[in-house]
Nanobody
């Protein structure tokens, strides 16, 4: 059973940046297409970015230009660099497989954008 552990969230002012990390247990991480999802209060969880096992990336239109997804297979880790953060980016961020979430969800990491 692959376990996912997200980290890197926090409180940041509008316009700030954060880098989220997700570490996956297991030796077959490298074959997974991985994605970052987020769930804002009172809303459904949605995909914000995905990266294939080969490194091809895909982003939600509303976030293009502000976020970058990357991965380090040697560290079983996928990252999400977020810049120019806005209050509407406030959410709990999760990682999972992409384009469908097939693994058990981790606890997520809270991102709060507020002045």
């Amino acid at each position: 059973q692959v376990q996912l552990v997200e980290s890197g969230g926090g409180l940041v002012q509008p316009g700030g940046s954060l880098r989220l990390s997700c570490v996956a247990s297991g030796s077959i991480f490298r074959i997974y297409n991985m994605g970052w999802y987020r769930q804002a209060p009172g809303k459904q969880r949605v995909l914000v970015a995905g990266i294939t096992s080969g490194g091809d990336t895909n982003y939600a239109d509303s976030l293009k230009g502000r976020i970058t997804i990357s991965r380090d297979n040697a560290k079983n880790t996928v990252y999400l660099q977020m810049n120019s953060l806005k209050p509407e980016d406030t959410a709990v961020y999760y990682c999972n497989t992409y384009p469908r979430a097939l693994l058990s969800w981790g606890q997520g990491t809270q991102v709060t954008v507020s002045s």
